[in-house]
């Protein structure tokens, strides 16, 4: 089997149904299965990052983002001016990331064999 570069998109906040869980479900069985996974996150998708208790009517994925080291996801990347726009800094997130701005997060995607958005 040949590994693909695979990147997920994550544009949706955590309450926009089941969408943040079943992009995280989706990666961590790519990953499972030897792809080579990468993760942006932009627009309202860096809200599911976020330090903080989750609310009782919303998945919680963000325990879930602890099994990205047990999968080798280690492309993990936030669109700076999508955190700036909300008023985020990288400190309030759950995760360590890698900030890039908008131009190179579109240099990226042209260089990935797919792209999964939702």
Same mark, same amino acid.
């Given at each position: +089997?040949?590994?693909?570069?695979l990147l997920f998109v994550n544009?949706?906040?955590?309450?926009?149904?089941?969408?943040?869980?079943?992009? %995280?479900?989706?990666a961590l069985i790519a990953a499972?299965?030897?792809?080579?996974?990468?993760?942006?996150? %932009?627009?309202?998708?860096?809200?599911?990052?976020?330090?903080?208790?989750?609310?009782?009517?919303?998945?919680?994925?963000?325990?879930?983002?602890?099994?990205?080291?047990?999968?080798?996801?280690?492309?993990?990347?936030?669109?700076?001016?999508?955190?700036?726009?909300?008023?985020?800094?990288?400190?309030? %997130?759950?995760?360590?990331?890698? %900030?890039?701005?908008?131009?190179?997060?579109?240099?990226? +995607?042209?260089? +990935?064999? +797919?792209?999964?958005?939702?």
């Open positions: +089997m040949t590994c693909k570069r544009r949706h906040t955590p309450r926009a149904g089941a969408r943040a869980a079943e992009m %995280l479900d989706a499972s299965f030897g792809q080579e996974v990468h993760l942006a996150f %932009l627009d309202d998708g860096v809200f599911q990052l976020l330090k903080g208790p989750a609310e009782a009517d919303v998945d919680d994925v963000t325990t879930r983002f602890a099994e990205l080291d047990d999968c080798d996801i280690d492309h993990v990347w936030v669109e700076r001016e999508s955190l700036a726009e909300r008023g985020l800094v990288v400190a309030d %997130l759950i995760i360590p990331v890698a %900030l890039v701005d908008r131009d190179s997060l579109s240099a990226t +995607m042209a260089a +990935m064999d +797919m792209v999964i958005s939702a």
